[in-house]
């Protein structure tokens, strides 16, 4: 075998050699394959097999990506999955572009997001009280995947951010000053959440993304120039079940939205909201309708506020620890970028800002 070594390194060639022995692939040639140097998480791959195109992801432990990912494929919002064991999942690939890359106005990008993400929530969806953890857990057992290759089967995850950001601290070094600033700051922020959550109790859970970076939207390519344009979700590591809040406050955080717009994202998925109702039932009447989900839906604009900050945090600490493990500049200039912003409401954040500097 041969590879081009300005292209691989010795981790890489080693992930295209796996490549070349799975089952869903007979005989795969290392030309068949092309890494791709984007996204930031796990390695990607490009396989061209049969003249087709697949999408080939190495899986981190324990990863629930290929449950959520068969889920939102199966429901028309992510590409089909061709394989899946312990370390690798295979989709088809699509062809397409980013939406960070689309010459839209935010307010139109935000609106694609939205539309998907009522689509992903509408999966299965419950209220469930703080009291009926049984229940939750069994509506997690409800979507375990049957068909998948793995000896046991993963479930969604309940949202947990105390227990992400104590999993992230363990990846990343602090000093002092920033070990003893991050749990004043971690403090205010889990009090904050816990007093909005007994203002707006019995929140409904659903299947959330939990990182729909607009780079994780992409227009597929459309021969047919006239057809209304198809988007789909990638990159579903991140998913959990949360409160819709969640979602909507991880789509402002990771694409860097203004906080002074959540009135105008809550506005926006609920129209989406009410465009998919009219898909399921095209013969309500659209102000029926509206109301309808206006009384059984009521986004809480404090409770995104609370997890936007949240948010900020786990990106921070995340984008961190990719810094001081991987030493690439880039992941440094993105945990200041979401620091910078939480440090507006939360002066402790700078004290991460001024050690990293």
């Known amino acids: 075998m041969k590879f081009d070594q300005a292209i691989l390194d010795q981790q890489q060639q080693s992930l295209v050699r796996e490549l070349c022995h799975l089952p869903c692939f007979n005989q795969l040639k290392i030309d068949g394959i092309r890494y791709i140097d984007a996204g930031l998480s796990n390695a990607c791959f490009h396989v061209s097999y049969?003249?087709?195109?697949?999408?080939?992801?190495?899986?981190?432990?324990?990863?629930?990506?290929?449950?959520?990912s068969q889920l939102a494929a199966s429901n028309g919002i992510a590409p089909k999955l061709v394989y899946v064991d312990h370390n690798w999942l295979i989709t088809e690939f699509i062809t397409g572009q980013g939406l960070e890359k689309s010459d839209q106005s935010e307010d139109e990008k935000i609106a694609i997001v939205l539309a998907l993400l009522a689509r992903c929530h509408s999966i299965f969806a419950v209220n469930i009280s703080?009291?009926?953890?049984?229940?939750?857990?069994?509506?997690?057992?409800k979507i375990l995947l049957s068909d998948l290759n793995l000896p046991i089967k993963p479930c969604i995850p309940n949202l947990d951010t105390s227990a992400t950001i104590k999993q992230l601290l363990q990846k990343t070094e602090l000093s002092v000053a920033q070990d003893n600033a991050l749990h004043v700051l971690l403090a205010m922020l889990e009090k904050s959440l816990a007093d909005t959550i007994k203002i707006v109790p019995n929140r409904q859970q659903v299947l959330c993304h939990g990182d729909t970076n607009f780079s994780n939207v992409i227009q597929r390519v459309n021969d047919d120039k006239t057809a209304k344009p198809i988007y789909q979700l990638i990159d579903f590591e991140c998913a959990c079940i949360a409160p819709i809040e969640y979602d909507l406050a991880m789509l402002m955080a990771v694409n860097h939205i203004n906080a002074n717009k959540v009135e105008r994202i809550k506005l926006l998925y609920q129209q989406a909201l009410i465009s998919l109702n009219l898909q399921k039932n095209p013969l309500d009447i659209v102000d029926n309708l509206a109301s309808k989900v206006q009384d059984t839906l009521e986004i809480s604009v404090e409770l995104v506020t609370c997890y936007l900050d949240l948010s900020f945090l786990i990106n921070a600490l995340w984008y961190l620890a990719e810094y001081q493990s991987r030493k690439q500049l880039k992941y440094k200039k993105l945990a200041e970028k979401q620091l910078n912003i939480l440090a507006i409401r939360y002066p402790q954040a700078n004290i991460f800002l001024n050690e990293m500097r």
Request: aromatic fraction near 6%; charge should be neutral; proline fraction near 3%.
């Open 50 to 68: 049969e003249n087709k195109s697949f999408f080939a992801k190495h899986l981190s432990a324990n990863s629930i990506e290929p449950l959520a």
């Open 130 to 141: 703080h009291h009926s953890h049984g229940t939750h857990q069994a509506l997690a057992q």
